[in-house]
């Protein structure tokens, strides 16, 4: 891995923003993981082809989500160490990750023969993940851009 540099640029107002992405997209995985795991309880929705993956990449996905929050909490409380903002960095990538996963886990329910029942749970599910999705790539956007491209690219060499 290509050593970080030592001062990356950290800009408090674009962090600050990057934590209310995160935030946002946090309470939407609480929804959503709440939701997942009352679907869990359900024979019409346990058994749903990708149902297992879904709910899999959703809880790999809150880890890193979480790690990502608190970096950025760090770096705003003036943690600016490289380590911190690479942990961020990859962080948000391996949320990411697990959410185009867990994305392609709901196109498996939704393409399921489904009953009716099963197919509102469906569109909550999708609904939610896509709210959680969206708001995450806000804040990676906006992290991208504002560390640069070099740094970026060291930060997800990080290992897991």
Do not use: N
């Not at 946090?26 to 297992?52: H, I, N, W």
């Amino acid at each position: 891995m290509e050593p970080l540099p030592q001062h990356p640029h950290v800009e408090h107002v674009v962090f600050t923003r990057v934590l209310d992405h995160l935030t946002a997209s946090e309470y939407a995985l609480a929804v959503l993981c709440s939701v997942s795991r009352q679907m869990k309880l359900f024979a019409v929705t346990k058994d749903l082809p990708g149902f297992d993956e879904f709910y899999r990449e959703i809880y790999e996905s809150s880890y890193h989500r979480i790690t990502a929050k608190g970096s950025v909490r760090r770096i705003l409380a003036g943690d600016h160490h490289a380590t911190v903002v690479a942990i961020a960095v990859h962080s948000m990538h391996k949320a990411a990750e697990h959410d185009r996963l867990a994305g392609e886990a709901v196109h498996r329910m939704a393409a399921a023969e489904a009953k009716e029942d099963a197919r509102r749970w469906i569109t909550s599910v999708r609904a939610w993940h896509e709210r959680t999705a969206t708001e995450l790539q806000v804040a990676v956007t906006r992290t991208r851009e504002s560390v640069g491209e070099a740094f970026w690219t060291s930060a997800l060499q990080l290992d897991d």
